[in-house]
């Protein structure tokens, strides 16, 4: 036969003294009063759910949640159970509800940024701020995350591809989806609006490849670069490019601690890496005098070639090809076009692929390989491509190149 439990009253709440261990007052069909030894009084509700005790859930503290209040939340919570459900849940889903709304996309999309940006490479970092602040912020950061639909999101996506960036949609589309795989993963999204949105993606359009000058046309090119009303830095940033073979990004962010002159190698870490693995870039002889000639100018800034607006960041990513617009060669000839020019002419002139891809810093196409490859055939290609600055002197100065290739 069950207890018979007292009713509490007003009055033994109020003259309930607290003693040296934590003890109960009941007040039956589950709820009592736990007082504390330092005479703090919570409200308490013991209940079973599918058979098992759960973790008694808790009504507030007394006297903020008076006795006739408590015993309506205890009516609340059975009421609950009789219809099958669990109030502890409930109580759970009603407080992350509470903490979700009116969480903005713009807390969200900052949080992400900030938990991954340390984890990127410099440049991807810089591009997906650019998205955020250009882009996803001024769009969708004002708006509560739980009412951003997957339309809004199409839309914003369409106003992108009207600009004609196609791969800035694709960017976008990407952090997007991210984002909001974020946001499930701390709770406080039920579902990722983001997904799928390449299904209706604009046609790409049709694929561009870098453009390059033939070889015999370099002279010429140099000459102008040699003639052009351009800054010295444009005009260094230039010609490292046709002796590195190195990305345009990783050239224009590179700071002076990365060199080593006496030794004639620039060490890339993987952080700026497009493959995540650093990268040794021997320096021919031609490379050094130039880089010693921007010493004079830039060796006091951390980059060597710091932006002349604000010497701690980097040269605009655009100088360059600018440039080569002034000098004539807009459509025939880009930045990253001279990686493709000394590929196609060190291949030519029978050099070993591996020398050619690694001076690249490209991933071999067989994934297995590539994993396992760890040669950097430093002296090989330190060889290769002094071979290949001399035969550009040797051009310029008139000889045949054709007797400069190297005997297979």
């Known amino acids: 036969m069950p207890r018979t439990v007292t009713p509490l009253s007003d009055s033994t709440i109020k003259t309930a003294k607290p003693k040296e261990k ?30 098992r005790d759960m973790t008694p859930l808790s009504f507030g503290a007394y006297p903020d949640v008076p006795l006739v209040k408590a015993r309506q939340r205890r009516a609340e919570a059975r009421q609950l159970l009789a219809d099958g459900i669990d109030p502890g849940e409930q109580k759970r889903a009603a407080k992350q509800a509470k903490k979700v709304e009116g969480v903005t996309f713009e807390t969200l999309a900052r949080e992400w940024y900030g938990y991954n940006a340390p984890r990127w490479a410099e440049s991807t970092a810089y591009k997906a701020r650019l998205y955020l602040e250009n882009d996803l912020i001024p769009n969708l950061g004002q708006q509560a995350l739980a009412s951003i639909t997957r339309p809004d999101l199409v839309e914003l996506v369409r106003k992108v591809e009207a600009r004609g960036t196609l791969n800035a949609a694709g960017k976008i589309r990407q952090w997007l989806h991210q984002i909001f795989r974020y946001g499930l993963a701390k709770g406080v999204v039920d579902n990722n609006p983001a997904t799928d949105l390449d ?16 070889l015999a046309e370099l002279p010429e090119l140099l000459t102008r670069l040699d003639k052009a009303n351009i800054h010295t830095h444009t005009r260094c940033a230039i010609r490292l490019l046709i002796l ?91 930045g990253h076009g001279f990686r493709h020019l000394l590929s196609t002419e060190l291949n030519g002139r029978g050099y070993n692929r591996d020398w050619i891809e690694r001076q690249l810093a490209h991933g071999d196409a067989d994934e297995i390989r590539d994993t396992y490859n760890h040669a950097t055939y430093l002296e090989q290609r330190r060889e290769m491509m002094q071979a290949w600055a001399d035969s550009i002197d040797a051009l310029c100065s008139g000889a045949n190149v054709v007797n400069i290739k190297r005997q297979a």
Do not use: C
């Open 199 to 214: 299904v209706v993606a604009a046609p790409p359009k049709a694929a561009r490849h870098h453009p390059y000058i033939p």
């Open 244 to 334: 590195t073979a190195v990305r345009p990004g990783e050239l224009r962010a590179a700071p002076w601690a990365e060199f080593d002159l006496d030794a004639a190698t620039w060490t890339i870490p993987k952080e700026r890496m497009k493959a995540r693995r650093p990268h040794v870039v021997p320096l021919p002889r031609q490379a050094v005098a130039i880089l010693r000639q921007l010493q004079e100018i830039t060796g006091t800034y951390a980059l060597l070639f710091p932006g002349q607006q604000n010497a701690d960041r980097p040269m605009s990513e655009n100088t360059i090809n600018k440039a080569l617009r002034l000098l004539g060669y807009e459509g025939r000839q880009t």
């Open 22 to 51: 934590l003890y109960k007052l009941t007040d039956g069909q589950g709820l009592y009063l736990e007082i504390k030894p330092n005479g703090s009084k919570l409200w308490r509700f013991k209940y079973r759910f599918d058979g």
